[in-house]
């Protein structure tokens, strides 16, 4: 099942094991239990610490393998083969299990371990889902941690059964207790904030008590990863506020053109980013959103939670996020039907015809990624020609799965009160109006800034949203300097991003040197 190389790079991690695990599998007579004994079998040969039982439980799903302590009775299920982009996640709980320490906060951890009732989690999940291992990590990092915590991962494409009872269109897909908890991507802070009804009051409480920054940056993608980064090494007081870390591109399947890098995939440079910020002495304060920006003696960014953070300068990165289409249909059915991450969701319309709303270059990659799954794609683009690069047309016009309409102007959403069932457009040119049944619409038009917050503050923007810069990422707003895609830049690209983050944290730390900040009193 496992490679020698993969073999040889897992013992030398389970050499952090301390404590017994047991495996416990369910098995059928399919090929995918076979896949499930032998991986079993090769991580069993790997450490004298894991041994292997059968599943005991009548109910159990199969094929399905639970990693669990003996000691502790800590439980983490993978229903389904956890390969691909899940396998660091089995590595993960097998570590976390066996007593290896869990990268979280120490706050964080109090809060799991006071975790008091019982909170049986599942999580639905692609395995080409790049978003989908870090909700699962968390979930089992809390399993790991409190026996109290039960947590599933199951692979949607396995148990089909599963998603159509419960109507899942979108991964990852949580339920806890039996109840839909969340949708999409989801920190563990975002967790423990719904879990804990407490933590919102006691976070915020503790964010009101931090000091003053010298640069506090909003943000945690490429852009705002740079600006702590070079703030830090300036010896400047330096915070990060985000909701989560990483931004657009933990959703990123391939990188191919960050240079010095031939490639890379989304979630493994956002790893390496955060692991570099938490290098220097940055704070970091994540499950955060910022609400507004204003100035007395200091710069202060009131939070949704009701906290208040105090800066004599600001670095915006606030990133951007998927347009939307704004047409009737599409909030109500957004996640039972209506999705923005092609690789995350597609698996779960296998065989089914679909739309792709857009001809960028997003658009068309979209169309040919889906081809390989779906029955049928249809893009639907509004102008007269579409705006991918030529290969990936010449491309998506020799599959015979895909069709492209030019002058479509998408006007609605249709469904059947429990997901999508098909969509209305117009043809620009005769403004005959076409009924299109589909079972998914993947919107891909592009992006629009996160900078709604600061629509009321002295920060200039454009009519796009963006924010206005000048060419040290200086704003409108003495003090408040902006990078990366919320900003007027060109080309929203991620190297772009970083080198942004980098001129607005030099911008904001020549605008420190050349202001008397120090004598400001915090109010």
């Known amino acids: 099942m496992l490679d020698k190389n993969i073999k040889h790079q897992l013992q030398s991690h389970f050499r952090a094991i301390n404590n017994p695990i047991e495996l416990i599998i369910a098995l059928d007579d399919s090929n995918k239990s076979k896949e499930i004994r032998a991986l079993a079998d090769d991580l069993a040969s790997l450490s004298d610490k894991i041994s292997i039982k059968n599943s005991e439980q009548p109910d159990a799903r199969t094929p399905s393998m639970v990693v669990r302590s003996p000691i502790s009775n800590t439980h983490i299920e993978f229903a ?8 660091t996640s089995l ?4 570590l976390q299990t066996g007593g290896h320490p869990a990268k979280a906060s120490e706050d964080e951890i109090a809060q799991i371990i006071a975790l008091d009732k019982p909170l049986n989690f599942e999580v639905y999940i692609s395995l080409s889902c790049q978003t989908c291992p870090q909700v699962v990590q968390a979930l089992n990092l809390m399993a790991a941690t409190n026996p109290n915590v039960r947590s599933t991962m199951i692979d949607g494409a396995l148990f089909q059964d599963e998603v159509n009872d419960r109507n899942v269109l979108a991964v990852p897909a949580v339920y806890l207790n039996g109840e839909l908890f969340s949708q999409g991507a989801v920190t563990l802070s975002d967790i423990l904030n719904k879990v804990d009804s407490s933590s919102a009051e006691k976070n915020a409480a503790k964010l009101n008590n931090k000091g003053v920054f010298d640069v506090l940056v909003v943000g945690g993608g490429p852009a705002g990863a740079s600006a702590a ?7 400047l007081k330096t915070g990060v506020v985000a909701d989560k870390f990483g931004g657009q591109v933990s959703e990123t399947l391939g990188i191919e053109n960050f240079i010095s890098v031939q490639a890379t995939q989304g979630p493994k440079l956002v790893a390496q980013l955060e692991e570099h910020v938490n290098q220097y002495e940055v704070d970091i304060m994540k499950g955060q959103r910022a609400l507004s920006v204003s100035t007395d003696e200091l710069l202060r960014i009131e939070l949704e939670s009701g906290a208040t953070l105090k800066a004599k300068s600001i670095v915006v990165a606030t990133g951007a996020r998927w347009r939307s ?14 999705a923005y991450c092609p690789h995350c969701d597609g698996p779960l319309f296998k065989g089914k015809p679909v739309a792709v709303i857009g001809g960028g270059n997003s658009g068309i990659e979209a169309a040919i990624d889906l081809a390989n799954i779906v029955e049928q ?16 047309i010449k491309k998506a016009r020799s599959l015979p799965n895909i069709t492209i309409i030019t002058h479509a102007q998408t006007t609605q959403v249709l469904g059947d009160d429990k997901k999508v069932t098909g969509l209305t457009y117009i043809d620009r040119d005769t403004r005959v109006e076409h009924h299109l049944l589909v079972a998914g619409i993947f919107v891909q038009i592009g992006l629009i800034p996160n900078s ?7 920060v200039a923007l454009t009519q796009f949203g963006e924010i206005e810069v000048d060419g040290k990422g200086a704003t409108s707003m003495p003090g408040v300097y902006a990078a990366g895609d919320v900003t007027s830049g060109a080309f929203k690209q991620i190297i772009i991003a970083m080198g942004s ?23």
């Open 80 to 87: 389904g083969v956890p390969m691909g982009h899940e396998f």
């Open 91 to 94: 590595v993960l709980a097998l």
């Open 229 to 235: 980064i070079y703030s830090a090494r300036k010896g």
């Open 325 to 338: 289409m704004n047409v009737p249909g599409e909030m109500e059915y957004k996640g039972r039907g209506v």
């Open 377 to 392: 794609v249809t893009v639907l683009e509004f102008a007269d020609t579409l705006r991918a690069d030529d290969v990936l």
């Open 452 to 458: 709604e917050w600061l629509q009321n503050s002295d």
């Open 501 to 523: 983050g980098a001129t607005a944290s030099l911008g904001a730390f020549d605008y420190l040197i050349r202001h008397d900040t120090s004598k400001a009193q915090v109010a």
